[in-house]
């Protein structure tokens, strides 16, 4: 009973490199989302996706790039990476967009140098 | 844009006592969850609130929500030292397509 899974837990990059973070998700669920969180601050949505097959952003999608490959899995890609972007990165999912918990992994832990 | 403001920032209390933390937020929502979340582990449903609801109980957590004051309470009795965790609000904005914005959250410590 996995939930969403979030790979890598941690990740060190030099400026300007790219990387791809990972997250899939096994409860069928239709809208996924992409989190940063920074110290002293609430989560902030990057990205989301209500459906398979569509991508909206959020609140901070500048610098990055999403990708729903299928139902279960939704990956966020960060093109040249800046020290701006050093953050915690959280995947969550819900059955729908509105009115609905989300389910979150425990993060990829992100440091650019 | 940062919806929700929690209220205190961190909270410090014995074992066996009551914490109460308060959630302000701007503009009209449809719903208004809380969230706990333990050091390095991402964040964890605890409750939903309606906006047409006043008061939820799960457990030892009960919610108030006041929309004349756009405010919401969480209130954990009893607490334990497995309740040591922030806990954040986060609302549903109807004007904002109904995606979730987080406070910054209540760090709570729970003293054996």
């Known amino acids: 009973n996995a939930g969403v899974t979030q790979t890598p837990k941690f990740q060190v990059l030099k400026t300007g490199q790219s990387m791809t973070l990972q997250c899939a998700q096994d409860?069928?669920?239709?809208?996924m989302y992409w989190y940063r969180q920074d110290p002293g601050m609430g989560l902030r949505l990057i990205y989301y996706?209500?459906?398979?097959?569509?991508?909206d952003k959020g609140e901070v999608p500048n610098g990055y790039n999403v990708s729903r490959l299928n139902k279960r899995e939704f990956s966020l890609r960060l093109e040249s990476a800046a020290p701006s972007q050093t953050s915690v990165y959280f995947c969550?999912?819900?059955?729908?967009?509105?009115?609905?918990?989300?389910?979150f992994g425990d993060g990829t832990r992100l440091s650019i140098l | 844009s940062q919806q929700g403001e929690e209220d205190p920032q961190a909270l410090s209390i014995q074992e066996g006592e009551n914490a109460t933390m308060n959630c302000s937020y701007k503009?009209?929502?449809?719903?208004l969850q809380w969230y706990r979340q333990n050091s390095g582990r991402g964040l964890v449903h605890l409750i939903l609130?309606?906006?047409?609801?006043r008061e939820k109980h799960s457990g030892r957590l009960r919610v108030t929500l006041d929309t004349s004051k756009k405010s919401s309470s969480l209130l954990i009795t009893a607490s334990r030292a497995a309740d040591t965790a922030s806990y954040f609000c986060?609302?549903?904005?109807?004007?904002?397509?109904?995606?979730?914005?987080f406070g910054a959250g209540t760090t709570v410590t729970v003293r054996a």
């Open positions: 609130i309606r906006s047409n609801e």
């Open positions: 409860m069928n669920h239709n809208s």
């Open positions: 996706s209500a459906s398979e097959g569509t991508t």
């Open positions: 503009t009209s929502i449809n719903n």
């Open positions: 986060a609302t549903d904005e109807v004007s904002n397509d109904y995606k979730l914005s």
């Open positions: 969550a999912s819900s059955e729908v967009a509105y009115n609905q918990p989300q389910h």
